[in-house]
């Protein structure tokens, strides 16, 4: 095999691999590392009023931590001011949750920039308890650390 032959068998098994590993990536993949994530399941039927208050009275202490919220509410509804991801994603992240649809309550799960799940909290979401959680996690701190030395 000459040098040639050799780049492109390297570079077929590259595009190869590149390839096996975007189909295997998950619905949440492209915010791994960059943000931290409250999933939000809404019952069918039930207010959005509560969470989308909830949202707006906190919306700089989201953006501070890098917060992106993404419905995965069943049906097609969507709520202002979330992502919402296609269907089959949508239930993808649901079986993983384990997030039925006989659900009353609204269910919040919060995800780390790690992808792990950090906390889960049902009803009413409280922003507050999870910005405590988030600033305590080691990661949140380092961020912290750094936007503090930029202001000097």
Not at 126 to 134: M, P, T, V
Request: with cysteine; hydrophobic share 40%; charged share 30%.
């Amino acid at each position: 095999m000459n040098l040639i032959q050799h780049c492109q068998a390297t570079l077929l098994a590259g595009i190869f691999l590149s390839m096996i590993h975007s189909a295997s990536a998950g619905p949440l993949e492209p915010y791994r590392a960059k943000n931290r994530l409250i999933l939000a399941s809404l019952p069918t039927g039930g207010s959005r009023d509560g969470f989308r208050a909830a949202l707006d009275a906190d919306r700089d202490g989201i953006d501070e931590r890098d917060l992106k919220v993404i419905d995965v509410s069943r049906g097609s509804a969507r709520m202002p001011n979330t992502l919402r991801l296609d269907a089959q994603q949508t239930s993808a992240i649901r079986e993983k949750l384990k997030l039925t649809d006989s659900e009353t309550d609204a269910v919040f799960v919060l995800i780390g920039k790690d992808g792990g799940e950090k906390a889960r909290q049902r009803g009413t979401l409280n922003l507050a308890s999870w910005f405590a959680l988030i600033d305590e996690m080691p990661m949140r701190r380092d961020e912290i650390r750094r936007r503090g030395k930029g202001r000097e």
